[in-house]
C-alpha cells in the first residue's frame, strides 16, 4: 500500500514537471512571435518612409548647381522630363540662361589715387579688397582721433593693418590736407589733448606745464619745450596750431 502510494506520488510530479516545461516553452514562443511582431512593427515603417521619400525626390525640382555645367543640367532635366510628360516643372532650366561664372566676378579695382583718404567712409572702405567690416571701422576710428590723415602711410598705425595690405592699397588714395583738424594747444584742455594720438598723456602734461610758464606767441615757441626732439615734433606740428588773431574774426 505504501508502494503505490509513493508511485502515485511520483507519478503526480512527473506530470507537473511536464506540464511546467511545456508551459515554459509556449510563453517563450509566445514571448518569441511577440517581439518579432514588435521588430517587423518598427523595421516596416523605415522602408515606408524611404520609399515616400524617393517618390518625392523623384518628383521634386532640379536644384541648380554651381559646380555642374548648365549643358549637364539640361540633359538631365530633359531625360528626367521625357520619363515623367505628365510633370510640369515650375523650374526648368531650359526656360532661363544661366552663367556659372556671374557669382565670381572680379572686384573692380580703384583707380590710382582716385580716393580721398579724409573723405571716404567705412561703408565704401568695406566695399574694397583687403578691407572689410573690422579693417573699415578701424581706419575710420584712427582716422577721426588724429583729426585726418596727412600721409597715406599712416595706415600702417591703423591695428591689423598689414605691410602687405598697405602695399596692395596705398596707390589708391590720395590726402586732402583741408580736411586735417588741429587742436589749439595754447588753449586745449589736458583731456582735449591727451585724447591724440600723437600727444597722449605725457605730450599733453609738456605742453600744459610749458605754457603755464611762457608766453606763447607762435607754434614753434612749442619746439622750445624740454624733451622735445624732431621727430616726435614732425608728427605733431600737422596737428597743432596756436589761436591768432584772425581765428576769432
Not at 521634386?60 to 555645367?69: D, G, I, M, Q, T
Not at 577721426?144 to 598705425?157: A, P, R, S, W, Y
Request: glycine share 4%; aromatic share 10%.
Amino acid at each position: 500500500m505504501k508502494s503505490f502510494s509513493i508511485k502515485n506520488n511520483s507519478d503526480s510530479l512527473s506530470r507537473r514537471d511536464d506540464a511546467f516545461h511545456l508551459t515554459s516553452i509556449i510563453i517563450v514562443i509566445l514571448l518569441s512571435l511577440l517581439a518579432w511582431g514588435v521588430e517587423s512593427k518598427r523595421s516596416s515603417s523605415p522602408r515606408v518612409d524611404v520609399s515616400t521619400f524617393l517618390d518625392l525626390l523623384d518628383t521634386w525640382p532640379v536644384a541648380v548647381c554651381l559646380n555642374v555645367s548648365s549643358t549637364s543640367l539640361s540633359n538631365v532635366t530633359n531625360d528626367h522630363a521625357s520619363s515623367n510628360s505628365s510633370y510640369s516643372r515650375p523650374y526648368s532650366l531650359q526656360n532661363q540662361s544661366y552663367n556659372s561664372n556671374a557669382l565670381y566676378a572680379p572686384v573692380a579695382m580703384p583707380e590710382p589715387l582716385s580716393l580721398n583718404i579724409n573723405d571716404i567712409d567705412s561703408i565704401s572702405l568695406e566695399r574694397l579688397p583687403v578691407f572689410g567690416p573690422v579693417l573699415s571701422g578701424r581706419t575710420v576710428k584712427y582716422r577721426n582721433l588724429l583729426g585726418g590723415f596727412v600721409d597715406v602711410g599712416q595706415l600702417q598705425e591703423v591695428y591689423g593693418f598689414s605691410d602687405e595690405s598697405y602695399h596692395d592699397v596705398s596707390g589708391w588714395f590720395k590726402v586732402d590736407l583741408k580736411k586735417v583738424t588741429q587742436i589749439c594747444v595754447d588753449t586745449a584742455s589736458w583731456s582735449q589733448m591727451r585724447k591724440h594720438p600723437y600727444l597722449g598723456f605725457e605730450g599733453a602734461r609738456m605742453i600744459e606745464r610749458y605754457r603755464r610758464h611762457h608766453e606763447i606767441n607762435t607754434i614753434d615757441d612749442f619746439r622750445k619745450m624740454p624733451l622735445m626732439n624732431d621727430s616726435t615734433w614732425n608728427n605733431w606740428l600737422p596737428y597743432i596750431k596756436v589761436v591768432t588773431i584772425n581765428d576769432h574774426l
